[in-house]
């Protein structure tokens, strides 16, 4: 998933810091070291001194045990994060991203603004529907425990989830590693078996059907689904030859709890290992070794805690109906044990609600068996005592039952790996074995990411870039070698050529500047013919005894008649007049003829008159004279034909009373 060859798991407890070193190999993983460190810190909030007290912790940690490895994964509480599962049908991505944004409004108990929203899409067969894992975490919480992470000095691969990373450990170590890697389409099929079913001709009849688990990775921002591994890390998976024809078979689904039991907090996650291993119930509960420890010490009456630990551990033990002489020696103190019983009641209480809401579940079923992990894990009687109280078999995972992972046996934990099952699971997932990927690093830490898994191409590329570069280079020079010979010897050629071409430009330029007169002439000779032409109608159509004062004609077509006449009904008949000239007036905007205040003494009659105004807007005006004809183009072998001028209409000039020279406006 990640092209990492090494990885830590980092565990960040409330009493102690778990690390596990774990190596990729081709036959599985190995565990090079595991530890743990307590924290030198009272338990409480991930202020800025407990930050700086944690961070200081790992590094000296991980100074001590001479670990050089960077690439680290992380994890959140379970108890600080929001997880729901829903089933969706199959649509786009596009529209899957959009349903599942709507699910996470209607579910998550607090503002999508102030949460950080993820999600994980299983494919479970093209005629079922998709089971989508929805967990959301608070921004504010991310953000601290960023700053915990930057302090540390380690590269962080991906912060994930106590209970998700008990989940994969689990699994992994129940399932065999060549189906693991199926599943996760981790695998490198061998090119002899490729070979040989190109050899036959036919691919047909070989192939079963075979079911690959997607688990693309989403955030509500950039969202593209992403397979589990894709040919460009090929070269680091394992080699595993698989049968290509599996028989379809029933496979029976064994369901099984597995419960980390902590200083603070225990996790629940179910699993239902059968034909796709997927995860059927996580829970995690806000109380666990501590709270024992706080009871102890209370009704004990014991000052310190670290005594009241010590008595937990060596001197108390869960009391199993039926064998209570276990208390009667003198190492067992029977009011610690007591007491011990009395918080084992309530840590099966819990676990019994939690299995009672998941087989009601609508894919809920009874669960097979419980591991049990974590430091609290260890009291004595308590595996036995929750399964006498449950009828459900119990263990204690202390070691691993999977070969294809190794891990080596150390003497300062007598308990195994009970306490390490969270850490171990983090670090599968950074070599990319886990089968849930829900990612809370920051966006710009996941694109840093992306980008590093490139190295290698951009490596080749920019290799291949700088051999391109240099061999264009050699030719390039070798190229302009021979234009500098060239050019050399037809200099008296290029200068002539250019001498002439600087005359060709300079003749066309003059006549671009006499076409330009002409035709400049042309349009105001044709501008000028239309206004003559126009003010002849005008004088036709005017009656004798009107008189018009001033006339403007304006370039866009419109015209403004000042007249005056003896009789208001002249001035209404030459208004009809020019409403019927259709051929020349496009409508008589405006006329104020006949409004009785527009009386007035004339100095043209020497006598009271009646005066208006006429606007008119003509049609619009075309030139009379089409621009000048272009003359011959070099190389062209008939001229350019002039555009095609409309005929114009041309109102009669006939005489009539007070008609004059047409065009001579009246005065």
Request: charged share 25%; proline share 5%; aromatic share 6%.
């Amino acid at each position: 998933m990640h092209n990492l060859r090494k990885c830590l798991g980092i565990d960040i407890g409330t009493t102690s810091i778990k690390v596990v070193e774990i190596v990729s190999e081709k036959t599985g993983a190995r565990v090079t070291k595991y530890f743990a460190v307590p924290i030198p810190l009272a338990p409480g909030p991930l202020d800025p001194q407990r930050i700086e007290v944690v961070a200081k912790t790992i590094r000296d940690a991980l100074k001590d045990q001479k670990i050089s490895t960077k690439h680290a994964v992380f994890c959140i509480s379970g108890q600080n994060v929001f997880v729901r599962k829903v089933r969706l049908p199959r649509t786009t991505e596009e529209r899957l991203h959009r349903i599942i944004a709507y699910e996470a409004r209607q579910q998550i108990p607090f503002a999508l603004e102030n949460a950080i929203v993820e999600y994980q899409v299983f494919d479970l067969g093209p005629e079922s529907e998709l089971e989508v894992l929805l967990v959301a975490a608070k921004k504010d919480l991310v953000n601290d425990f960023m700053k915990l992470v930057g302090k540390t000095g380690l590269k962080p691969v991906t912060v994930s989830v106590s209970s998700f990373a008990l989940f994969n450990f689990q699994v992994f170590d129940a399932t065999p590693f060549e189906r693991l890697c199926e599943e996760l389409g981790l695998l490198k099929r061998r090119k002899a078996k490729t070979a040989a079913v190109g050899a036959e001709g036919s691919e047909t009849g070989d192939k079963g059907k075979k079911f690959t688990f997607k688990l693309p990775s989403f955030s509500f921002g950039k969202k593209k689904a992403q397979t589990q591994a894709s040919g460009e890390n090929a070269d680091e998976l394992p080699e595993v030859a698989l049968d290509e024809s599996p028989a379809e078979e029933e496979i029976f689904e064994e369901v099984r709890a597995y419960i980390n039991i902590g200083a603070q907090t225990f996790d629940l996650a179910i699993a239902r290992l059968g034909k796709y291993h997927l995860l059927g119930f996580t829970r995690s509960v806000p109380w666990g070794g501590m709270e024992l420890t706080r009871t102890l010490q209370d009704r004990l009456e014991i000052t310190s805690a670290e005594e009241a630990e010590e008595i937990k551990r060596s001197r108390a033990v869960v009391v199993i109906p039926g064998r209570e002489q276990e208390i009667e020696g003198g190492d067992v103190d029977p009011e610690a044990s007591e007491i011990v019983t009395s918080w084992a009641d309530r840590l099966i209480l819990d676990i019994r609600k939690s299995l009672d809401y998941y087989i009601s579940q609508p894919d809920g079923v009874a669960v097979d068996s419980i591991s049990l992990s974590g430091g609290q894990a260890v009291q004595p009687n308590l595996a036995a005592y929750i399964e006498e109280k449950l009828g459900i078999p119990v263990e204690i995972k202390s070691h691993v039952e999977n070969e294809a992972l190794r891990v080596p046996i150390s003497e300062e934990e007598s308990a195994g790996i009970v306490n390490y099952c969270v850490a171990l699971g983090l670090g599968l997932t950074g070599l990319g074995y886990g089968r849930i990927t829900i990612d809370f690093l920051p966006r710009e830490l996941k694109t840093l990411r992306e980008f590093k898994k490139k190295n290698i191409e951009l490596t080749l590329l920019t290799a291949g870039l700088a051999a391109m570069i240099t061999v264009s280079t050699q030719v390039g020079q070798r190229d302009i070698t021979n234009m500098r010979r060239w050019l050399d010897e037809n200099q008296m050629k290029i200068q002539t050529a250019a001498q002439t071409r600087a005359k060709v430009d300079e003749a066309r330029q003059k006549r671009d500047k006499v076409n330009a007169k002409f035709t400049a002439l042309g349009e105001a000779f044709g501008d000028r013919g239309f206004w003559l032409e126009f003010l002849g109608m005008l004088q036709n159509v005017k009656p004798a005894d009107v008189l018009i004062t001033a006339i403007q004609m304006k370039p866009d077509g419109e015209v403004t008649i000042e007249c005056e006449a003896e009789n208001l009904r002249s001035l209404l008949d030459f208004v009809k007049s020019l409403k019927a000239q259709t051929e020349w007036v496009k409508a008589v905007v405006n006329s104020n003829v006949g409004d009785p205040t527009r009386v007035r003494f004339s100095n043209f009659v020497g006598k009271q008159v009646q005066t208006g105004t006429i606007t008119l807007q003509v049609h619009w005006k075309k030139t009379r004279l089409a621009p000048v004809r272009q003359t011959l183009e070099p190389g062209l072998m008939y001229p350019t034909p002039p555009p095609a001028t409309p005929a114009q209409p041309r109102p009669a000039m006939g005489a009539g009373a007070g008609a004059g020279i047409p065009g001579e406006p009246a005065l």
